[in-house]
């Protein structure tokens, strides 16, 4: 390989930067269904021949996407023009982790020679199986969510097979939104395949592979280096819960044993609970635990992207097959993320344990509901799905963020979602008291009021973190669990499961989601008064909540801070007994709750 | 005839006048950034004492202004309250639920929080439905106690946004009418009449933000149009806004939110008049100043225009002129990054202390450090002479900063950081053209700004750009561009309505509304404006869309809505590479009246004046394949109209310095600008 200096390097490297959030810009502005368009659930990347990741939306899902593509049409059968597509978790082996993501893949050459890929997939509205929107809390197998298709070559030197996507798009009770969004994702694919041409052509083959290395390459020295700064050899475990598995009362743990001996590091989830009978399996390729760790270590850099380069730098990654994250077919994975989030929180357990707390609260499972409406006058069925945001972990030196959708995905205006489904959406607030009080306080979820405006309908929910909220850490208090109530404060007030299907409601009916918030990070009573009595001020807490977890008195009729009875409660409360806290102070791993 | 064009930049305010038969007059003035007008009123004292302008004389007074922008940047704009339907407090803070980075530590909110907080946030009862009926009628009391709360909270003006408002205005024209009579000081804004389009977010924000510059503006203007008349000018006050066009201060006053981009849309306007003059309507101008550069693309004579902007990273829902501003400039500094690749800008030396060739204490290797290493810069007659460059001292800086550390010699790092840099300017060249699926290489490239044609031959060969137009003050073009704006007035409303079957008269009901508006805003301009331009556009998507284009509609075709189809289909393909057969809507329908402007900056021909070859051979490094090479140096005043020069070229003025390469040529034109070409055209 030539020696190729690094400012090219570097220029190579924004220049397949831009050609992805290009790539992302058009999947945003003309795809059709309301999940991408409005709420952005999609990811796009390029890779390399071989299938290592190169550069990518900055999301910690699989990064295994090419290789079930290569082993089922080898490289060399493989021809410009072609495009390949598939949403098969267990043939993919998790590369893909539910089957509404939809995967597309170009094969890109020069002269002749295939040398990167792009891919994009995006969340697809319907693509059949038990309920509308293909995702239920009730399935109990993977051919309930919809219609699999394995590796599957949809153009062949530009040709369309449209025997196959015919065949595909029958499968959806939406057909013309999941043709649209179809569309829209291959041209991101197309695009990207245009501007590697256009960068090969720019810069010259070797330079650009060369490029890929050095990216790689990058990612894997800034991984290493701070791994070696920021976590000391030893063995660190933790365990977090979810909640169900919707369609059992059970909870399931996640357990990480992260061990550094000698600069090599180990990922060991072998002592994670059995899988579940619900959704919420979730096939973990070794590259999501690799992203996590990577993305959240190297986050003061922001130079360093998210490829494969992090997946050199940590050594092995174990997990024990029938497990929650290694889960034998045909396990049903629709709500994978719940148990994709506590992966998450238990790296960050981990990381908190080595860095004598320097690591992020847990933040809470994003919320969605599925709302299936049917109008008796025009007979038009409607499908609302609306993900709706959480608290999010406070940090080292900073609160949580507030009302956020976990992976960086937009909320659907209230005016959209009026003018296109039958709801009426009547409130949309924080949600006060949900953040985890601490020196820095968790964010806060959201309160959502929608109204049933339709003569029948019935909704799904997807609310986690009620019977384990997210952790505080390093003193700080978990944060405050949500609940879903159908027509509250009248007499006909009635909680719904928070995890759960086909719930029926009547025309009128007031549905009221309140989201948890996420965890505290240090003792509370080191939050400065001042910044308590603002946080009254503006909402996000009660006066309760700042006499009673903030030990912060405030006067009644001006809100101004008693100084001298502040002083005197907080010296009187008990400060944090534990590094990690969950309704109570803990040290070590949290035993489960007994079942109720 | 006097006209005058007044634009205020960060450093300088720059004033041109205009006068009939004679030449143009052009000073910078300091600018004076605590109250910006007294820098404009030193402007007009230097007219009349320097120049000899007879205040009563002038016809037209065009200003462009940073006061907007500096408010927001700098978190100075009025304390505001937000009046809200019952239930929806908390849209502003909430925003998209979004966050760009999950795992930083420490982020800013991603909402314009700080407009707004909490407190200072009221909900009233009240509801539209989704089609603009009404379900729950305005709280008439509630609306007084809520601002009444507000003003004892020291609120100077109050936003209101109502759902569904954009569908039917009536509870907000309602609770302004209240506010009115009950607190005749507060100043109101109402998202209906700022941004009467869908999504409450993005209308909250736009509306809040309108609000919170509205008494700075007003304030501003209203010293402004004070101080002038007082010194004798009798033309009204006329303000540059994002859009591209100017408007009377006083209709200024009432939507400042839209003067976000006044200034960068001046330079814009300057670009179309000096590429007009050149004779091309296709041109992409480039901006190149000290800390960022503003890129912008006029296609056949129309500068491209956006819907939705963006200030300090949040967005403002109004129509301005699509400037790609990025962060690389002359004072931009070269870095290292964690892994040591080598970083040009967003950090800036700023003017003070400036680059280390400044000599005022400059610790950091700027662009301009690097452009002195290469030769580029000649240190004796920077800024026209005003300014001495410590040619050892940008050597020095380079060498400690990114040679040493990357093992190159000063040379090669100082071409490494103008590549780094160059490439950073072609990228944002490329955002505006290609992804509009517009061809840069079809394009005439205007470099603009102290630095631009510092780079225009670099760039122009990355993008395979054949031609290059100097203008003739390339610093001044924004003022220059304020004498060339039309008078222009802009007015939208929500249609969301399917285009199948849609009746064409319910179009035309509504268009003839919207242009009633523009005509009424249009009666308090004043200066004779005969016989408006009427536009109008539609917004257009597929059923299903979340995101618009903005088509021409052409009442006058044969089927007006058949061909807004057919054209919007044109332009998907364009810009996205794909359309389909199937069903579109219209979302917005907007009326837009033009009047005036001008396509020359001066009557006066060009003479040129001195010696046109410089004395002082240097040696100037254009890339690391090949030797320095020895590059005549010309003084940009002394070459006459006609004349033609080859490169390696240096061409120096007293605002600029253009580089022209080897196998490129340049032409002077009668107006002065210099064209320069690729060889082989």
Redesign the interface.
């Known amino acids: 390989m030539q020696n190729v200096d690094t400012v090219t390097l570097e220029l190579i490297k924004g220049a397949i930067r831009s050609a992805r959030s290009e790539m992302e810009a058009l999947i945003d502005r003309t795809s059709m269904s309301p999940f991408i368009r409005e709420k952005k659930d999609y990811f796009t990347a390029i890779f390399d021949k071989a299938g290592n990741l190169v550069s990518s939306t900055n999301l910690p899902m699989a990064g295994n996407l090419i290789d079930c593509i290569l082993e089922q049409y080898p490289a060399e059968t493989m021809l410009p023009g072609d495009l390949y597509w598939y949403n098969d978790p267990y043939a993919s082996r998790g590369a893909v982790s539910h089957m509404p993501d939809m995967v597309f893949v170009a094969p890109i050459f020069h002269d002749g020679k295939l040398f990167a890929f792009a891919e994009a997939w995006g969340h697809l509205w319907d693509i059949g199986g038990m309920m509308p929107g293909s995702i239920s809390p009730d399935a109990t197998e993977t051919f309930q969510e919809g219609i699999l298709m394995p590796p599957t070559r949809v153009y062949r030197g530009g040709e369309l097979n449209e025997e196959v996507f015919r065949v595909f798009i029958r499968n959806s009770r939406f057909p013309e939104i999941v043709k649209g969004d179809v569309k829209a994702i291959m041209a991101a694919c197309r695009l990207g395949k245009k501007r590697m041409e256009e960068i090969v052509e720019r810069f010259g083959h070797d330079a650009t592979v060369a490029a890929f290395e050095f990216m790689m390459d990058q990612s894997e020295a800034a991984l290493r280096k701070a791994l070696d700064e920021k976590v000391p050899d030893g063995v660190y475990s933790f365990r977090d819960y979810l909640d169900s598995d919707a369609v059992t009362e059970q909870s399931y743990g996640v357990h990480l044993t992260l061990s550094k001996q000698n600069g090599s590091v180990s990922f060991d989830f072998s002592a994670t609970d059995d899988q579940a009978k619900g959704a919420v399996n979730f096939i973990m390729d070794q590259s999501v635990p690799k992203f996590m760790a990577g993305l959240y270590l190297t986050r003061d850099d922001p130079n360093i992207q998210m490829n494969s380069g992090f997946l050199r730098a940590i050594d092995e990654v174990k997990t024990r097959k029938g497990s929650l994250v290694d889960p034998v077919y045909p396990a049903p994975l629709g709500m994978r993320s719940h148990t994709m989030i506590r992966v998450n929180s238990a790296i960050f357990g981990t990381l908190a344990q080595a860095t004598g707390g320097q690591a992020s609260a847990a933040s809470s499972c994003y919320v969605l509901y599925y709302l299936s409406s049917f109008d008796r006058a025009s007979g038009a069925f409607e499908l609302c799905i609306e993900g709706l945001a959480v608290g999010f972990g406070a940090r080292p030196m900073a609160d949580g963020i507030d009302a956020v959708y976990y992976v960086a995905q937009k909320n659907y205006p209230v005016e959209f979602a009026e003018m296109e489904f039958g709801v009426q959406i009547e409130g949309y607030r924080m949600h006060t008291d949900s953040g985890g009080p601490g020196r820095y306080r968790g964010g806060c979820g959201i309160v959502r009021d929608i109204r049933v405006i339709a003569d029948e309908a019935t909704i799904g929910l997807r609310l986690d973190n009620v019977k384990y909220p997210a952790w505080g850490v390093n003193g700080g208090q978990s944060g405050r669990s949500g609940r879903v109530v159908v027509n509250p404060g009248t007499p006909e007030e009635r909680e719904l499961k928070p995890l759960s299907d086909r719930n029926v409601l009547k025309k009128g009916d007031l549905v009221r989601v309140t989201t948890s918030g996420g965890g505290g990070w240090g003792s509370p009573l080191e939050r400065p008064m001042e910044q308590v009595r603002d946080d009254v001020l503006d909402g996000f807490i009660s006066n309760d909540s700042a006499r009673d977890d903030y030990g912060v008195v405030l006067d009644e009729e001006s809100g101004e801070i008693d100084v001298a009875a502040t002083e005197a409660r907080r010296a009187g409360m008990a400060g944090a007994m534990g590094m990690f806290h969950r309704r109570g102070y803990f040290d070590g791993l949290e035993e489960a709750e007994a079942a109720e | 005839m006097t006209e005058i064009g007044v634009d205020i930049g960060g450093t300088f305010t720059d004033v041109v006048c205009r006068r009939a038969g004679a030449p143009l007059q052009i000073v910078k003035i300091p600018s004076t950034r605590a109250d910006p007008s007294v820098a404009v009123l030193r402007s007009v004292k230097h007219m009349v004492e320097t120049w000899g302008v007879d205040p009563a004389e002038i016809a037209r007074f065009v200003h462009g202004t940073t006061v907007a922008t500096n408010a927001v940047i700098e978190r100075k704009g009025a304390r505001i309250g937000l009046l809200t339907t019952?239930?929806?407090?908390?849209?502003l803070?909430?925003g998209?639920?979004?966050?760009?980075?999950?795992?930083?530590?420490?982020?800013e909110?991603e909402t314009p929080v700080f407009l707004a907080?909490?407190?200072f946030r009221k909900e009233v009862p009240e509801r539209l439905?989704?089609e603009g009926k009404v379900l729950v009628p305005l709280d008439q009391a509630a609306v007084v106690a809520a601002v009444r709360d507000l003003v004892e909270d020291g609120v100077e003006a109050v936003a209101v946004c109502f759902?569904?408002s954009f569908l039917n205005p009536r509870h907000e024209q309602r609770a302004r009418d209240l506010i009115e009579e009950n607190f005749p000081d507060l100043m109101v804004s109402l998202s209906c009449e700022v941004d009467p389009a869908?999504?409450?977010?993005?209308r909250t924000a736009v509306t809040a933000f309108d609000a919170y510059v509205k008494p700075v503006i007003d304030r501003y203007l209203e010293r402004l149009e004070g101080g002038i008349a007082e010194a004798g000018v009798s033309a009204p006050l006329q303000v540059m806004m994002s859009r591209g066009g100017a408007a009377a201060s006083s209709i200024v006053r009432q939507r400042p939110v839209r003067l976000f981009l006044s200034g960068p849309a001046a330079g814009v306007v300057g670009g179309r008049m000096v590429g007009k003059a050149a004779g091309t309507e296709d041109v992409i101008t480039v901006d190149v100043g000290g800390t960022s550069c503003d890129i912008a693309l006029i296609a056949a004579g129309k500068p491209m225009i956006r819907q939705e902007g963006r200030i300090e990273g949040f967005p403002v829902r109004v129509p301005m002129v699509d400037v790609n501003a990025i962060g690389a400039g002359g004072g931009s500094i070269a870095w290292l990054?964690?892994?040591?690749?080598?970083?040009v800008g967003p950090q800036s030396a700023g003017s003070e202390p400036g680059p280390a060739c400044y000599g005022a204490g400059g610790e950091a290797a700027t662009v301009t450090d690097a452009s002195v290493v290469l030769g580029y810069l000649n240190p004796d007659y920077f800024a026209g002479g005003a300014l001495r460059l410590d040619a050892d001292a940008a050597r020095a800086v380079i060498e400690r900063e990114i040679a040493t550390p990357?093992g190159l010699t000063v040379e090669a790092a100082a071409l490494?950081i103008h590549?780094?840099v160059n490439?950073?300017m072609a990228?944002g060249i490329?955002?505006v053209s290609i992804?509009q699926g517009l061809d840069p290489r079809l394009f005439t490239l205007l470099p603009l700004g102290g630095a631009g044609p510092v780079h225009a031959t670099a760039l122009a060969r990355e993008l395979g750009i054949r031609r290059i137009v100097v203008p003739r003050f390339p610093g001044v073009l924004s003022a220059a561009g304020l004498l060339a704006a039309q008078v222009e007035h802009e007015v939208s409303s929500a249609f969301?309505r399917p285009l199948a079957g849609l009746d064409l008269a319910a179009v035309r009901g509504v268009l003839d509304d919207l242009d009633r508006q523009c005509a009424a805003l249009m009666a308090h301009e004043s200066g004779g404006l005969s016989d408006p331009r009427v536009l109008h556009f539609a917004d257009v998507c597929?059923i299903?869309?979340?995101?618009h284009l903005e088509v021409p509609l052409d009442l006058a075709a044969d089927d007006p809505l058949r061909a807004l189809y057919r054209d919007f289909q044109v332009a998907?393909d364009r810009i996205?590479?794909?359309s389909?057969d199937?069903p579109a809507q219209i979302v917005n329908l907007r009326s837009v009246h033009q009047a005036g402007g001008s396509d020359r900056l001066e009557d006066g021909a060009y003479r040129a004046n001195g010696e046109a070859v410089m004395p002082g051979m240097r040696r100037i490094l254009l890339s690391e394949q090949t030797e320095p090479v020895e590059p005549a140096v010309f003084d940009r005043a002394a070459l006459p109209a006609g004349h033609r020069l080859t490169g390696p070229a240096i061409v120096e003025q007293a605002d600029t310095t253009t580089v022209i390469e080897p196998g490129w040529s340049a032409t002077v034109t009668e107006a002065g600008d210099l064209i320069v070409e690729r060889g082989d055209a």
């Open positions: 019952e239930g929806f407090k908390d849209v803070e909430i998209r639920q979004m966050r760009q980075a999950m795992y930083d530590l420490v982020l909110p907080p909490g407190r439905d989704a759902l569904f869908f999504r409450e977010y993005e990054d964690g892994a040591g690749g080598l970083k990357l490494g590549r780094v490439a950073q990228e490329r955002l992804r969301p597929y299903g869309q979340s995101y998907h996205y590479g794909h389909t199937a």
